[in-house]
């Protein structure tokens, strides 16, 4: 069966230290890894995929196999960076328009 | 572009009844998506459909229905309602079918009496 687990229901950091928000995933096959954020009051939106390999906003995430990890990881945080973030993969066994989300981490930034 | 639109933006229904909410997805978007979202299940996927025809469906009861219009437009119903079908439903659309970015609406809060 496919699953998203996200082990940390709250992460909670000082502004300026490391941040990161695990994530670990069961699926046969070569899924793709998404990060999606919801800032408050706003609606979801993608972050990032592991197939852009891109940089936003600071964060990052690698896609290792040999581990099923997809972690996502700031150098340094930033008190706008406090949301709910959510894991999600997507591939051929589930039908590519259909995610399947982990149940989110909240990050809060403080001062 | 406009993003996303969903209405209502909130319901109020009791147990039994049926309830209909609408998606407008972004213009030239063609996929739409539907999730529901509750705090105990998390995001769940409902059904995704793709120039009228249903693509895939989530593990939820044959209570739950949805429909494409030729406009990409999407409805998705629920028939006699329960208590547990108290959830925000995110509906989401994309360009084209598979493996592509998704732009998710604010949601229908849904809640059942």
Redesign the interface.
């Known amino acids: 069966a496919q699953r998203v687990t996200q082990p940390e229901k709250l992460l909670s950091v000082f502004k300026g230290a490391p941040v990161e928000l695990k994530c670990n995933y069961s699926y046969s096959g070569s899924p793709?890894l998404f990060w999606y954020v919801q800032y408050s009051r706003q609606?979801?939106?993608?972050l990032l995929?592991h197939i852009s390999r891109e940089s936003i906003k600071g964060f990052t995430a690698d896609l290792n196999k040999g581990e099923t990890s997809f972690h996502l990881k700031k150098p340094f945080a930033q008190e706008e960076d406090s949301a709910m973030y959510?894991c999600?993969l997507?591939?051929q066994n589930?039908?590519?328009?259909?995610?399947?989300?982990?149940?989110?981490t909240r990050l809060l930034v403080s001062p | 572009k406009a993003?996303?639109t969903q209405t209502p933006r909130y319901l109020i229904k009791t147990r039994g009844q049926q309830v209909t909410l609408s998606c407008s997805p972004i213009s030239g978007h063609r996929?739409v998506?539907w999730?529901q979202q509750t705090p105990g299940q998390?995001?769940?996927?409902l059904f995704?459909y793709?120039s009228e025809t249903q693509?895939?469906k989530?593990n939820f009861p044959g209570r739950f229905s949805g429909r494409q219009f030729s406009n990409s437009r999407s409805e998705m119903n629920v028939s006699t309602l329960e208590l547990g079908d108290s959830a925000l439903y995110?509906c989401a659309s994309?360009l084209l079918?598979?493996?592509v970015?998704?732009?998710?609406?604010?949601?229908t809060r849904l809640t059942v009496l």
């Not at chain 1, 609606?43 to 993608?46: I, V, W």
């Not at chain 2, 998390?42 to 996927?45: E, I």
């Not at chain 2, 970015?101 to 949601?107: R, V």
């Open positions: 793709e609606r979801l939106q993608l995929r959510y999600a997507s591939g589930t039908g590519f328009q259909k995610l399947v989300f982990g149940t989110g | 993003g996303v996929s998506s999730y998390g995001l769940q996927f995704e793709f693509r895939n989530g995110l994309s079918a598979g493996g970015e998704q732009f998710f609406g604010p949601g």
